[in-house]
């Protein structure tokens, strides 16, 4: 209760309606979604139709990666060739085997794609990456390499949700089986097209948006790199090419790291209102 001395009431007489208002200024933490972007530049190798091989010794990887992707464009009559073997990277220092997707070297009459992955790979220069095809056949025709890297990827034992692929024997569409993956995902598929005489193109594509590097034919091999960004479960394709005829695609939906902290600043208003003498709060 407020008490007014008697030779004050006077003064109450002059008030008029007075707003004190008071804006305090708080910062929430909050969380939104990170997304995953292609990181530092891609890198092409032509490697020998060896069943085992190093590809190089001085790759760099930018300081900020948390995945190494690698496509591989080549071909023997012999299913699963490619991703019915192993490629490693460095990663603690060591050689360490890689993760990889299927379904795009399944035929012995298409040319085959695989795609290989590995999350937290080591930073810096002087890396290597290494490869060892299935069994102990070499290849008919000596494969393309491509390195690129990515940040804000999930970093756990399973960065990738889902992977396909498919082949087509005679032209394109090289289109894929269902590939599991939800909105936040990024799609990155390896496609790869039997350029006879000259240097081809996947002219378009279905359900990816961004070529992320095209080949350069090396001897009949020739494909590119290309990703998208799924509401959900989704197919991909190679829809339409130059100067390609059979070949394969195959995709990983590569899942982002989740949140990250956002500071958020919000005004929290308080206030004091005397109005005509009257004091409320």
Not at 103 to 121: C, H, K, M, R, V
Not at 157 to 175: E, H, L, Q
């Given at each position: 209760?407020?008490?007014?001395?008697?030779?004050?009431?006077?003064?109450?007489?002059?008030f008029t309606s007075i707003i004190?208002?008071?804006?305090?200024?708080?910062?929430?933490?909050?969380?939104?979604?990170?997304?995953?972007?292609?990181?530092?530049?891609?890198?092409?190798?032509?490697?020998?139709?060896?069943?085992?091989?190093?590809?190089?010794?001085?790759?760099?990887?930018?300081?900020?990666?948390?995945?190494?992707?690698?496509?591989?464009?080549?071909?023997?009559?012999?299913?699963?060739?490619?991703?019915?073997?192993?490629?490693?990277?460095?990663?603690?220092?060591?050689?360490?085997?890689?993760?990889?997707?299927?379904?795009?070297?399944?035929?012995?009459?298409?040319?085959?794609?695989?795609?290989?992955?590995?999350?937290?790979?080591?930073?810096?220069?002087?890396?290597?990456?290494?490869?060892?095809?299935?069994?102990?056949?070499?290849?008919?025709?000596?494969?393309?390499?491509?390195?690129?890297?990515?940040?804000?990827?999930?970093?756990?034992?399973?960065?990738?949700?889902?992977?396909?692929?498919?082949?087509?024997?005679?032209?394109?569409?090289?289109?894929?089986?269902?590939?599991?993956?939800?909105?936040?995902?990024?799609?990155?598929?390896?496609?790869?097209?039997?350029?006879?005489?000259?240097?081809?193109?996947?002219?378009?594509?279905?359900?990816?948006?961004?070529?992320?590097?095209?080949?350069t034919r090396f001897g009949s091999?020739?494909?590119?790199?290309?990703?998208?960004?799924?509401?959900?479960?989704?197919?991909?394709?190679?829809?339409?090419?130059?100067?390609?005829?059979?070949?394969?695609?195959?995709?990983?939906?590569?899942?982002?790291s989740g949140v990250v902290a956002?500071?958020?600043?919000?005004?929290?208003?308080?206030?004091?209102?005397?109005?005509?003498?009257?004091?409320?709060?």
């Amino acid at each position: 209760m407020v008490h007014v001395h008697h030779k004050n009431m006077k003064y109450w007489k002059y008030f008029t309606s007075i707003i004190l208002v008071v804006a305090i200024i708080v910062v929430f933490p909050i969380k939104t979604s990170a997304a995953v972007t292609q990181t530092g530049s891609a890198s092409a190798f032509n490697i020998t139709t060896a069943n085992t091989g190093t590809v190089s010794t001085t790759i760099t990887v930018p300081s900020d990666a948390t995945m190494v992707v690698v496509g591989v464009s080549g071909f023997r009559a012999e299913a699963t060739f490619l991703s019915g073997g192993n490629m490693t990277f460095t990663k603690g220092g060591v050689d360490t085997t890689m993760r990889k997707g299927s379904g795009g070297d399944s035929g012995t009459s298409s040319f085959q794609s695989a795609i290989f992955y590995l999350e937290s790979p080591d930073t810096g220069s002087n890396k290597t990456l290494k490869w060892d095809w299935q069994g102990t056949n070499t290849a008919s025709n000596a494969p393309i390499i491509e390195v690129i890297f990515f940040t804000g990827t999930d970093v756990s034992a399973t960065p990738v949700r889902g992977t396909a692929g498919g082949i087509n024997t005679s032209d394109t569409p090289y289109t894929s089986g269902t590939i599991t993956a939800q909105s936040g995902d990024l799609i990155v598929a390896a496609i790869a097209g039997f350029a006879g005489t000259s240097e081809g193109t996947c002219a378009s594509y279905t359900n990816l948006s961004t070529t992320i590097v095209q080949y350069t034919r090396f001897g009949s091999a020739d494909g590119a790199l290309a990703s998208g960004s799924p509401s959900g479960n989704t197919t991909v394709s190679c829809a339409t090419d130059t100067n390609w005829a059979d070949g394969g695609i195959v995709g990983i939906s590569i899942k982002s790291s989740g949140v990250v902290a956002a500071n958020v600043p919000v005004v929290e208003v308080k206030g004091t209102v005397i109005v005509n003498g009257a004091l409320k709060i």
